[in-house]
């Protein structure tokens, strides 16, 4: 390897002024968790969206991540060559959220000075081999690359009458170049010009990167965002099943990222699997359940139509059924919460039962409150917990309580309004 990969400098540039989203997130977070699993001195990333910079920048990394917005091609080139200390730039103008360890691999190890690559982001080329691409570079009569044109040839598409406005809706680039050549390529209007100037004075031939197309799919629109949401549901449906997990439906089933789900785990059809999720073994996620943010321990049934968010623990053996709701809350071990339910801010002991149509009313109007439930308590159907308020081990509530007082431990607590019965009261007719 020519250059270390620690005196390798990223810049990426958009290649839309639009802030892409996939899975839940914005596109250039999913191109940074591929970049980061190098070791690349930095990482300069130019925006047209200030919402994400704050995002962005406090990665934990120990790649030094720069923020700035995104202006022009030269003005952007002229930040990066005051600002670099690097060997080597990798000049990204693409939007590749599954770009893949075997293109970074080869761009770091290059041998040459400068390189110039091209790649289709045609529609043709989504369920193809990229190794039908053609190049086409347009020369001027002194022989200098003017323009450069990607197309299919096995699809017969002829791309002669292109001219070079058009040419960044048929493939995105990556430029490659030692930063001495840097104060040569500031003065570019786009990337364009760029890459026929580099190519013009380095002698190195313009390359064709081919591949499965998912690894180089880039998004420009959201036409593209569609695809490639697709792309990343198979991506991710093909590692859950290599690693064990039983998914019924793969179609109908939707996964966010950074989930870890293990092995003997079962997914069932119409299930919504949210960011930031981690299911453990022998889990059953019941068909039209939603949960993100959540952390599922061992054989669990989760459903159906159960909801679970916002950092909720469900511990071994538990259960949360049909038509239940769980916010910001601790569930133990072997506590049924079967159906009919919201807990909200609340922390269940071991052992426990939740009846059907009982509601946590952990908002006073003005702030969240908490519940805590011990250890083997019976909460009877129909009951209202008020907090904030502590309901302490072995405690039974009978159906139908307002509970907005402390319960000690082994209480018995009901609570119903007086009973008015009258035989032969409504004597109309």
């Keep these: 390897m020519r250059n270390d990969i620690h005196d390798t400098e990223i810049?990426?540039?958009?290649?839309?002024?639009?802030?892409?989203a996939l899975a839940g997130r914005p596109v250039i977070q999913h191109i940074l968790d591929i970049l980061l699993k190098h070791s690349f001195g930095k990482i300069h990333v130019f925006l047209h969206d200030e919402n994400i910079w704050q995002d962005i920048v406090c990665r934990p990394t120990k790649t030094k991540i720069e923020v700035s917005k995104f202006l022009s091609f030269a003005e952007n080139m002229n930040d990066v060559k005051r600002n670099t200390s690097a060997k080597k730039l990798i000049i990204m103008h693409s939007n590749l959220p599954?770009?893949?360890?075997k293109y970074i691999d080869m761009l770091v190890s290059s041998d040459k000075k400068a390189g110039v690559y091209v790649f289709p982001v045609l529609p043709s080329a989504i369920v193809e081999n990229v190794s039908g691409a053609s190049v086409m570079i347009d020369r001027n009569k002194n022989n200098c690359v003017e323009n450069v044109i990607v197309g299919s040839s096995s699809k017969g598409v002829d791309y002669s009458n292109v001219d070079s406005t058009d040419t960044k809706l048929l493939f995105a680039h990556i430029?490659?170049?030692?930063?001495?050549?840097?104060?040569?390529?500031?003065?570019?209007n786009s990337i364009v010009d760029a890459l026929c100037l580099l190519s013009n004075k380095t002698q190195d031939t313009i390359e064709v990167l081919e591949g499965v197309?998912?690894?180089?799919?880039?998004?420009?629109?959201?036409?593209?965002?569609?695809?490639?949401?697709?792309?990343?549901?198979?991506?991710?449906?093909?590692?859950l099943i290599e690693c064990g997990v039983v998914i019924i439906s793969p179609d109908t089933s939707y996964f966010g990222y950074n989930i870890a789900i293990s092995n003997g785990v079962t997914i069932f059809p119409n299930t919504f699997i949210g960011n930031n999720t981690t299911i453990d073994s022998g889990v059953k996620v019941m068909s039209f359940s939603f949960l993100e943010n959540v952390h599922i321990k061992r054989d669990v049934i989760i459903g159906p139509?159960?909801?679970l968010t916002d950092d909720v623990q469900v511990n071994n053996n538990s259960c949360v059924g049909s038509f239940?709701?769980?916010?910001?809350?601790?569930?133990?071990?072997n506590v049924n919460i079967k159906h009919l339910a919201y807990v909200g801010d609340a922390t269940i002991g071991a052992n426990s039962n939740i009846g059907a149509g009982t509601i946590f009313c952990n908002y006073d109007g003005e702030k969240k409150n908490n519940t805590t439930i011990g250890q083997d308590s019976f909460i009877g159907a129909n009951s209202s917990i008020i907090a904030p308020v502590e309901i302490g081990d072995n405690v039974i509530t009978a159906a139908g309580s307002v509970i907005s007082k402390k319960l000690e431990d082994r209480a018995l607590y009901a609570t119903r309004g007086r009973v008015i019965y009258k035989k032969n009261y409504n004597t109309s007719k």
């Design 324 to 333: 239940v709701e769980v916010k910001r809350s601790v569930i133990d071990e």
């Design 305 to 307: 139509f159960a909801k």
């Design 213 to 239: 197309y998912g690894a180089l799919f880039e998004i420009r629109d959201y036409v593209d965002v569609s695809i490639a949401e697709s792309i990343f549901q198979n991506n991710v449906v093909e590692h």
């Design 175 to 188: 430029l490659m170049l030692d930063t001495d050549l840097l104060h040569d390529i500031s003065s570019c």
């Design 11 to 20: 810049v990426l540039l958009p290649s839309s002024e639009f802030s892409f």
């Design 98 to 101: 599954f770009l893949s360890d």
